[in-house]
DNA sequence: TGAAATGTTGGGGCG
DNA sequence: ACGCCCCAACATTTC
């Protein structure tokens, strides 16, 4: 009997894996999961994203056993652990979802090289995008440098392929014996265990994957255009981590959608709005792929001479949610206690890092990376570069958000402020947004010493403003 | 997927 | 009745 070796790496999932039903197709399925930080390298994961990784695990494992299978682990360099496995002399082939980002790109062809010199077939499938990043493009046949026609072009390309389901009846080939345990990964915080009450707000793997998709667009998404920007109201969809580990596909949440679409047609607008975040996140993906250095290096090349101040005590401030301004400090400590931002409140808080503080986005980029559950690789790195304006498309430099206005639109009844930073829930709305401006008598009711229990603001907003724009002028010219 | 500065309009109070 | 001023509301432009 034929063994392939399924190998996961950004699709946690059972359904919708079209290298898994090939594999299925062939014979016996070897399940495996390596865990590799070797050729990560500073890609890494994060803390926040080992913990989702963990209970995504162990819910395929859990799946895998109900079928009679086990799901083997192993830590380390991938090629190595595979070159290992197929020594054994009993593996037909080795199948795999594509994966995107530079690291990944760079180890498939390893593998495939490693398969090749080993006389085992390599084959890899379509990965958690919409579509291949090779088949967009624009007239010229380049990449698409623009999010409006990126989309257009997306929508009117053929269909994203049809979800395969489940597949039925899996022969699981007999388990490793030397593998890893989940245990032996050690992707769980230990002392302090800052996650201990994260299984309340989440439920990694593809069955909760499925739930969440399925209540959004049940009780949530007629709501979604006009209440995906307040971030007191449960209106977004909170998808991201589970397509961040692949336990849900785009293609899957595109066809529900349409299918929504189809049965509710009042809900066209809605829906397109929920398609189009969905459409960020693969143009995201289509530049990381055909620009790796976005990583790392602006998109716009004036921007490698931008005068960031870089002053450490101002980015320890904003992580820990102490600059006095209600909005960013709420979205700094919603991410510090859920691993999660809402998305208006992540615009907030990287334009003020950027630009009021005037540090790089590569700092936020990182800290974000560790802390948010569905840090990605593309998404992250795109979506800081557009609020700093180096990206591509990215929002103008001068376009620099004011926290207190931010506030006042779109949290106005104060409910994101008032639950996440606590020591001002007493201060009346009008002034929840800028504690510095009420009067005497209105903090002191209120039990607030600025300065004291709530921090003066790092910095006052219009010289900040002045600054940031000052600072782009010097790069202005290319 | 902004905000601030500046410009324009129109209603109402008032001499 | 009329012009004048003030200012809010809205529109435009500038950063």
Redo the contacts with the bound molecule.
């Keep these: 009997m034929a063994t392939t070796i399924y190998l996961f790496r950004n699709d946690l999932r059972l359904s919708d894996l079209p290298g898994l039903a090939a594999a299925n197709r062939a014979g016996d399925i070897l399940p495996l999961y390596i865990l590799d930080d070797v050729n990560a390298g500073d890609r890494a994961l994060g803390a926040a994203s080992r913990w989702w990784l963990h209970h995504s695990l162990q819910s395929l494992a859990d799946a895998i056993a109900d079928s009679g299978g086990t799901l083997n682990l192993l830590q380390g360099d991938t090629n190595a652990c595979l070159q290992d496995l197929l020594s054994t002399g009993n593996i037909n082939a080795v199948h795999c979802s594509r994966a995107y980002s530079p690291w990944e790109v760079v180890l498939e062809a390893r593998l495939r090289d490693t398969c090749e010199t080993m006389g085992v077939t390599f084959k890899r499938y379509p990965g958690p995008l919409l579509h291949e990043p090779e088949h967009i493009a624009n007239q010229s046949g380049e990449p698409f440098k623009v ?1 409006t026609p990126f989309w257009r072009h997306c929508c009117r390309a053929q269909s994203p392929a049809q979800p395969l389901p489940l597949p039925s009846r899996t022969t699981w080939a007999d388990p490793l014996t030397q593998r890893a345990s989940l245990r032996d990964l050690a992707l769980l915080p230990t002392k302090p265990d800052w996650a201990a009450h994260w299984p309340e707000l989440w439920t990694p793997g593809e069955e909760g994957a499925r739930d969440a998709l399925a209540h959004f667009l049940r009780e949530r998404v007629s709501g979604y255009a006009k209440g995906r920007d307040h971030p007191a109201e449960n209106a977004t969809s909170r998808l991201s981590p589970h397509l961040r580990f692949g336990e849900l596909s785009p293609r899957q949440v595109w066809h529900a959608a349409r299918a929504c679409l189809q049965q509710e047609p009042v809900l066209e607008e809605q829906i397109n709005k929920f398609l ?2 969905l459409g ?1 996140r693969e143009f995201s993906y289509h530049l990381l792929f055909h620009f790796p250095d976005i990583e790392q290096a602006p998109f716009k090349a004036q921007f490698e001479d931008f005068p960031w101040l870089g002053d450490e005590a101002l980015l320890k401030a904003w992580q820990r949610g102490q600059t006095g301004y209600p909005v960013v400090d709420a979205g700094m400590r919603e991410l510090w206690h859920t691993g999660y931002m809402h ?2 409140i992540r ?1 907030v808080t990287a334009s003020f890092l950027t630009k009021h503080l005037l540090t790089h986005w590569r700092a936020g980029e990182r800290w974000f990376w560790d802390t948010l559950v569905d840090a990605d690789p593309a998404s992250n790195a795109c979506s800081w570069q557009w609020v700093a304006g180096s990206g591509a498309d990215a ?2 430099y ?5 926290p207190v ?2 506030g006042e ?1 779109f949290d106005a009844g104060g409910r994101y402020v008032r639950r996440w930073v606590p020591e001002l829930a007493d201060l009346p709305d009008r002034y929840l947004h800028k504690p510095w401006e009420a009067p005497e008598a209105t903090l002191r009711e209120a039990g607030i010493i600025i300065g004291e229990t709530y921090p003066q603001p790092v910095v006052d ?2 010289e900040a ?1 002045e600054a940031a ?1 000052a600072a782009y ?1 010097q790069i202005r010219k290319g």
């Design positions: 999010f189009a975040e960020w998305n208006r615009m929002a103008p001068f376009r620099i958000f004011n206005t931010q639109k907003h219009r403003r724009l002028q």
